[in-house]
Nanobody, 127 residues
Framework: QLQLVESGGGLVQPGGSLRLSCAGS????????VAWFRQAPGKEREGVSC????????IWADSEKGRFTISRDNAKNVVSLQMHNLKSEHTATYYC????????????????????WGKGTLVTVSS
């Protein structure tokens, strides 16, 4: 059974950068689409970006185009989310999730689900 563990969260100043990692264990991530989500305090979970098993990238959060980059390293069984120019509104718990289906064009939790989820890593952007 696939297990996902996020890491790389922490406290960062506005304008700073962080690189989140999602490490898979128990199974290879090669055949999974892997996505990043976030949930800010008091808000619903939001889909951020997704990378398919063949490396195709879908950005769900339009506001993060040019700021966040998702990538995968199948040799290390890791999917990363590089985040630049962070702002206070990026404060959230970030989750990765994996599914054997391809990334949907847009994330709609009423239409889609992800098979496996990590427990999240907290990102706090504050001075």
């Amino acid at each position: 059974q696939l297990q996902l563990v996020e890491s790389g969260g922490g406290l960062v100043q506005p304008g700073g950068s962080l690189r989140l990692s999602c490490a898979g264990s128990g199974s290879t991530l090669d055949y999974y689409a892997v996505a990043w989500f976030r949930q800010a305090p008091g808000k619903e979970r939001e889909g951020v970006s997704c990378i398919s098993s063949n490396g195709d990238i879908t950005i769900w959060a339009d506001s993060e185009k040019g700021r966040f980059t998702i990538s995968r390293d199948n040799a290390k069984n890791v999917v990363s989310l590089q985040m630049h120019n962070l702002k206070s509104e990026h404060t959230a718990t970030y989750y990765c999730a994996a599914d054997r289906r391809s990334c949907p064009h847009r994330w709609d939790p009423t239409l889609y689900s992800m098979e496996y989820w990590g427990k999240g890593t907290l990102v706090t952007v504050s001075s």
